[in-house]
């Protein structure tokens, strides 16, 4: 019986687990809060009967990344390797998957895993699951295997469930940051139905703004965007917004009063949510998807009076982000990216910090 040694429990127990190879890949990591990015060589578990290995081609470059990279919002664990918008091929599968086969392409999100029993699971809502999905990095892993490692990597394995499909029709480097930027602006737009007519305003124009104004536009909606740079106006436009409303004047403020059906709020510096609850019309929504530092102060009468809702929203579950994707797709909607070198990536930090990308880098991984 040497030498063979067959797993009874048909999953992959954590005995048999142990006499299962890992595998090494490239990455590149933090080792602590205040180190740059470096190469490091991590240990991915070999694919499980329900799994997808993935050999990724590009990997976009989220603002998320740089924050945990730096401990920023604490409970970061060393070293991480960042990373959730990942685009690539199927190099391999686990005898159980049904999805996939090698040399599809595919891609991964911001989650990898959730509990998959809760309500908000059931109802592909695995964002927000009760028992805490799981995230691409910086994650703990279901089983108790250990820390997740996000796609700033050359391969990863991922239950077939958190793996999407994704068009050949599109560029693959626009296509990767639809799975944190591209969704998170989809699905507020998507819950509250804008549709054509609305006046729907897009405040910020970053990585998140540049989608919202892409994909509002798409669903026909009238677009506005605000800012306080009066330079992005020219670039607003060319992405497709109607109009420009320049936060810094006074006049163009004031006459926004009780304008908007609905404003998306992509901002993540401290600012003043009541300026733009102003602009909303009677119902009118306003969402926030970017989350400042400090809490924001908010007299309950400027909801109040005109019956107006604050709200949040969270990238996307499953079910979502792959309606995201094909609608994207037949649309032709991608990122405007600039695609950079991973030896790059810690200058691309300290760009990005600056806004001085339009609107995202994305690590092309051949050079890793
Ligand atoms: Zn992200
Ligand atoms: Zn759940």
Not at 112 to 136: A, F, I, P
Not at 147 to 163: L, R
Request: glycine share 8%.
């Amino acid at each position: 019986m040497k030498n063979t040694f067959f797993c009874t429990h048909r999953i992959f127990c954590d005995i048999c687990f142990l006499k299962i190879k890992k595998m090494s890949t490239k990455a590149y990591a933090a080792k602590a809060a205040t180190s740059p990015l470096e190469p490091w060589t991590l240990e991915r578990r070999a694919p499980k009967p329900h799994d997808v290995q993935i050999e990724i081609l590009f990997c976009g470059v989220c603002h998320s990344d740089l924050h945990t990279a730096r401990n920023e919002w604490g409970g970061t664990i060393y070293p991480v390797v960042p990373g959730h918008e990942i685009v690539g091929r199927v190099t391999n599968v686990g005898d159980q998957v049904k999805k996939y086969k090698k040399g599809d392409l595919a891609a991964v999100g911001c989650l990898v895993d959730s509990c998959r029993e809760c309500n908000n699971c059931k109802e592909g809502l695995e964002q927000y699951c009760e028992n805490g999905m799981v995230g691409t990095y910086n994650g703990q892993e279901r089983d108790g295997s250990g820390v997740t490692y996000g796609g700033y990597s050359k391969q990863i394995v991922v239950h077939e469930d958190f793996v999407l499909k994704i068009s050949d029709k599109l560029p693959l480097e626009g296509v990767a940051p639809l799975l944190c930027a591209g969704i998170t602006t989809y699905s507020p737009l998507k819950h509250w139905n804008i549709k054509k007519g609305d006046k729907v305003g897009i405040l910020g124009l970053g990585g998140l703004g540049h989608m919202g104004v892409k994909l509002a536009v798409s669903f026909g909606a009238e677009v506005t965007m605000i800012s306080h740079t009066p330079a992005k106006e020219k670039d607003a436009k060319r992405l497709g917004a109607h109009k420009f409303l320049l936060s810094s004047d006074e006049e163009q403020v004031k006459s926004a009063a009780n304008y908007f059906d609905f404003i998306l709020d992509t901002v993540s510096a401290p600012h003043d949510y009541n300026m733009y609850l102003n602009m909303l019309k009677t119902n009118g929504v306003m969402t926030c998807v970017g989350a400042p530092p400090t809490p924001a102060q908010i007299p309950a009468f400027n909801l109040i009076m005109k019956r107006r809702s604050l709200a949040g929203s969270l990238i996307g579950g499953i079910p979502e982000t792959q309606e995201m994707l094909d609608y994207c797709a037949e649309h032709n909607i991608v990122s405007d990216v600039e695609v950079i070198d991973i030896k790059d990536i810690n200058e691309s930090y300290e760009r990005m910090l600056k806004g001085d990308v339009r609107y995202r880098f994305v690590i092309d991984m051949a050079t890793l």
